[in-house]
Nanobody, 120 residues
Framework: QVQLVESGGGLVQPGGSLRLSCAAS????????MGWYRQAPGGERELVAS???????DYADSVKGRFTISFNNADYTATLQMNSLKPEDTAVYYC??????????????WGRGTQVTVSS
């Protein structure tokens, strides 16, 4: 089993910043990729940003230049630095990890989500 614990959500004014963290633990041999997704009310879950174990990153067009994802392979923590936040960034943010466990095939795991609200 792999567990993902997210932290750092909250309420922020437009133009403000938040930092989300996701810590992975459990039966982990290697993490291939970690990412952040978001889902707004009535919307579908969408990719915000992802990073591979080799450091390659991918961002949604709507967050390029404002959000930065990083990954610490020493403690299996992914961080999403969100700057210049806009009301349209309001959503529940979910962490995802693609993990090679010690005892089975590659699996994709999800955190429970953390609420980000951008409002004045």
């Amino acid at each position: 089993q792999v567990q993902l614990v997210e932290s750092g959500g909250g309420l922020v004014q437009p133009g403000g910043s938040l930092r989300l963290s996701c810590a992975a633990s459990g039966s982990i041999f290697v993490i291939n990729r970690m990412g952040w997704y978001r889902q707004a009310p009535g919307g579908e879950r969408e990719l915000v940003a992802s990073i591979t174990s080799g450091g390659s990153t991918d961002y949604a067009d709507s967050v390029k230049g404002r959000f930065t994802i990083s990954f610490n392979n020493a403690d299996y923590t992914a961080t999403l630095q969100m700057n210049s936040l806009k009301p349209e960034d309001t959503a529940v943010y979910y962490c995802n990890a693609v993990v090679v466990p010690y005892d089975g095939p590659v699996r994709s795991s999800w955190g429970r989500g953390t609420q980000v609200t951008v409002s004045s």
